[in-house]
């Protein structure tokens, strides 16, 4: 069988199976299958049972379609009719035929009952055109008539509930990776695709690939590799490193490659940020309709990557330090990157909620953000969110396509101080949303997944569960500025000081070292700046994003002019 990469495989054709172990006989027959079919069938010919049913089971991981198995009866071994028995356990829709010398017939006859033989046809079958072709023909156009492509691509199969499940789903959906989702309890294929690879339920999650392999409880670093993200930079010295790829650091890649700079934008889960999550972004300039964050975040990756910006993808920085004029950029893995200048915009993370329970059940059925992901888990359920935000808005409008009840939880009297009237007029006006007013999620429980939430009435102190299938947390803001051992000088919530804001703290003057002022955007050492939701004083709004990371970038230029 002759290799396909995953892009050759995209328009692949069904199969038809042709089994006899006489030589001439195979190649005759092959022959004249490819003459009349080729255009609309890949044609494979096999000398044994024994190897066309591991062929077939191959075919079979690979996700690959046959329409038609035309087997010999008689052949050392496994038989004809055995054969085709055990293939319609793999492909029970396909076309099974047998082909017989005039002493077999009993059998082909027999066959028809036994194993649901469709046909059979005698040898020899000369000329095709009378005896060969016209069953054929019949034969693929019933099989036509019922056919129904399956999903192309990645399959995840996993338990709904389970945390690494989730985690696979997330990174694979905000890598904006096309897959399949198999729940083991719900989905005979999950447990077919089990059973065909050898591997147990003990291993899962398990993902399978279009070209037959499958990796058992992946690490993200190598689901990346095997996807095709790039987790391992291609250089060891860049103008500028760009630390987040949210609206603000895509940005930045954005200008900084079109301007000439050797750029390299590193992220350590998926672009996009907290944006690239929203299933529906109203309110950016330039799209009347709207568009989802993950269409947002998918343009913008194009057009960093086709001005030539590098993209490292999981990869996370664990500290920066001085040498020089360098920037030493150290990642997890400790591989160590030098640049001019970086850009950190790694943004913020929903801060957690404080709630009994919730750390236990993170993952099985409570989750922060990831409305997107889960939604479909939530069809006819009854859901919860906890935050007043646009965030949490525009995940109770995608929800409700699918829950049966979604109640967002919030602690004030309405939600007109917190978000967006346009997307408050949306929720009023969808039946199965509702609003809970003064209220705090105080506990979450359940066996394994989520069952209940505890709240409580904030004036009152009065308490009450209410059944609960998924609970989607989009609370606060905490800055991603900790994990860089460099001393940056940050505001009393964990934001990133920049500009003249410094010169209030009495630090600022021992590390700051030039005789002119930082510049805008520039932190408290020269040369290193941050921009978006991580920089104190950022406007938390997408467009303000985007204008901090193109603004970073030109102040990156008059710093290296400097040098």
Known sequence: MEEQTLKEKKSKLPIIIVIDDDEQVLHAIGRDLRRQYRKDYRILSVGSGEEALEVTKELKLKNETVALFLSDQRMPGMQGVDFLEAASELYPNAKRLLLTAYSDTNVAIQAINEVHLDYYLMKPWDPPEEKLYPVLDEQLEEWQSTYRPEFEGIKLVGYQWSPQSHEIKDFLAGNLIPYQWLDIELHDKARELLQLSGHGAAELPVLFFEDGSHLAKPDLVA?????????????????????????????????????????????????????????????????????????????????????????????????????????????????????????????????????????????????????????????????????GGNSAGQAAMYLAKYARQVAILIRTEDL??????????????????????????????????????????VRTGRQETLESNALFIFIGATPCADQFQLDLIKNEQGYIETGRDLQRYPAFRQRWKLDRDPLLLESSYPGIFAAGDVRAGALNRIASAVGEGAMAIKLVHEYLAEQ
């Open 223 to 387: 689901l990346a590799e095997k996807v095709g993200l790039n987790p391992t930079a291609s250089e060891k010295t860049y103008d500028v490193i760009i630390i987040g790829a949210g609206p603000s650091g895509l940005a930045a890649a954005v200008y900084g490659a079109s301007e000439g700079l050797r750029t390299l934008l590193i992220e350590r889960h998926a672009p996009g940020g907290q944006a690239g999550t929203s299933s529906r972004i109203e309110n950016y300039l330039g799209f009347p309709s709207g568009l989802s964050g993950a269409e947002l975040t998918r343009r913008a990756v194009s057009q960093a990557n086709r001005l030539g910006a590098e993209f490292l993808s999981p990869q996370e920085v664990k500290n920066i330090r001085l040498k020089g004029n360098y920037k030493v950029v150290e990642l997890a893995d400790g591989t160590e990157l030098f640049a001019r200048s970086v850009v950190i915009t790694t943004g913020v993370s929903y801060r957690k909620l404080p709630a009994k329970g919730v750390e236990e059940l993170t993952g099985a059925g409570v989750y922060y953000g990831a409305a997107s992901t889960e939604a479909t888990a939530c069809r006819q359920k009854a859901v919860h969110i906890v935050g």
């Open 416 to 457: 007109s101080e917190s978000m967006s009237q346009y997307l408050i007029e949306q929720l009023n006006s969808t039946p199965n949303i509702s609003i809970l007013p003064h209220t705090n999620v105080v506990e979450v429980k359940g066996n394994g997944k989520l069952e209940a939430i505890v709240y409580e009435n």
